[in-house]
């Protein structure tokens, strides 16, 4: 069975999930490879066992710090299409609030939104589902659109899946909600749909992990 471990770093989390092999899920942004060695060896991992680094979306502070993990694990970098552009250019799209809370989350942050994402080639660049147990994980990784139009999923034969800010906790009230940014809200509520259907526990790129019940709650 996979294992999860959330890797705190500051504005958003990252997530190492081991197996037989062992990857590394999104890179935060503005964080020294000192602090990855250091969180690395707190879980007996070796940077030279992760074999995959996934990036879930193309926003700066999910894969910021891309090129920093690639040098030191030495492991491919994975991205959907759409998340090509950000990742060669260090740029992003527009960040768009789609309610009340993500107007307010906007006004709050707006000022202090991550910078100097460097730039970084991917070295796999997905469409659709890709497999991941050639990498020793069970599991695949799933097109989930709607924050934004590159975001994409992990999901694990047990029932986890990483989804990057597609369900997030409110900084106001800390209980879980759909992504209070989106690009396309009717793509962001169908993606909620596919996973619940094929998950049961939901690692957020800003919270949780959160459960079935507590998203099928808060959606919409």
């Not at 926003?59 to 910021?64: E, L, Q, T, W």
């Not at 949780?208 to 099928?216: L, M, V, W």
């Amino acid at each position: 069975m996979s294992n999860i471990t959330t890797l705190r770093l500051g504005f958003s989390d990252a997530f190492i999930v081991r197996d037989k092999g062992t990857i590394l899920v999104d890179t935060g942004i503005n964080v020294l490879p000192e602090k990855y060695l250091e969180l690395f060896a707190q879980l007996d991992v070796k940077p030279d066992e992760i074999g995959l680094i996934v990036i879930s979306h193309g926003h700066a502070d999910h894969y910021g710090n891309a090129h920093v993990l690639k040098k030191l694990t030495g492991a491919p970098i994975l991205c959907h299409k759409c998340a090509v552009n950000a990742l060669r250019t260090g740029c992003e799209g527009e960040i768009t609030p789609r309610n009340e809370l993500g107007e307010s989350v906007f006004k709050l942050i707006k000022n202090n939104l991550p910078k100097a994402a460097k730039t970084v080639e991917p070295d796999i660049v997905i469409d659709e589902t890709f497999d991941l147990t050639p990498y020793g994980v069970k599991g695949k990784i799933i097109h989930t659109p709607g924050h934004s139009d590159c975001s994409i999923s992990v999901i694990l034969e047990s029932g986890q899946a990483i989804v990057g800010d597609i369900m997030v906790r409110s900084p106001f009230t800390a209980k879980p909600c759909l992504a209070y940014f989106a690009c396309d809200e009717e793509a962001l509520l169908l993606s909620v749909s596919k996973l619940l259907k094929e998950a049961h526990t939901f690692y957020g790129g800003h919270g949780g992990p959160f459960t079935k019940d507590e998203i099928s709650r808060c959606r919409g």
